[in-house]
């Protein structure tokens, strides 16, 4: 089961796009890899959970966790083997960790915490609440933004890992990713 959770080695670097729901990730890490002519790996438990919603009317279950985040592992090593230059990854396992604390009594599957604590990325890019709610069958917290963008700041902090705060429209972020994954590329 653990190895199923593991980051395998790769020659690239890995940028991931982290915060709160309806902040723009998704539309932000597509525009990331069309610019880098990269590789995207796409937010697994999405695909998931609108599966889940569509056959049972049923949203997201502490036992949904870990093969959702055993799928996005999966992809990212996969997709990680097709690129030597950038990997922008839609999300990572230290996500999935601060949704369970935040939705599940501050607790997370052992196994997951690990590996969202081991699994390293060259760079994340927290993206700020000051997009307009989406509402969709799987967003649930429009009122908890603030408290669920602090979560993941924190989180990021507490682990030390290197982020950028993105704020702003569109091009603004990107504009400020771009230059950071630039000089990371140098």
């Not at 093969?67 to 083997?81: D, H, S, T, Y």
Request: glycine letters at 2%; one cysteine or more.
């Amino acid at each position: 089961m653990e190895n199923k959770l593991k980051q395998e080695a790769s020659n690239c670097l890995k940028v991931v796009l982290f915060g709160p729901e309806s902040t723009g990730k998704t539309t932000l890490s597509q525009q990331l890899a069309r610019y880098y002519n990269a590789i995207w790996v796409p937010e697994y438990a999405r695909k998931y959970l609108q599966k889940k919603w569509n056959n049972e009317r049923k949203t997201c279950e502490p036992k949904d966790l870990l093969p959702i985040a055993i799928g996005q592992i999966k992809n990212e090593n996969k997709l990680a083997k097709k690129t030597d230059s950038v990997l922008i990854c839609d999300t990572d396992l230290l996500e999935t960790k601060v949704y369970s604390e935040a939705y599940y009594s501050d607790s997370c599957d052992s196994i997951i915490e690990k590996y969202a604590l081991e699994n390293k990325y060259d760079l994340y890019f927290l993206t700020y609440i000051d997009t307009p709610w989406e509402a969709d069958d799987l967003r649930d917290k429009p009122d908890e933004r603030l408290r669920m963008f602090k979560a993941f700041e924190n989180a990021l902090i507490k682990y030390k890992r290197p982020y950028v705060l993105l704020k702003g429209n569109k091009k603004t972020r990107l504009n400020t990713a771009v230059k950071h994954i630039d000089k990371l590329l140098k």
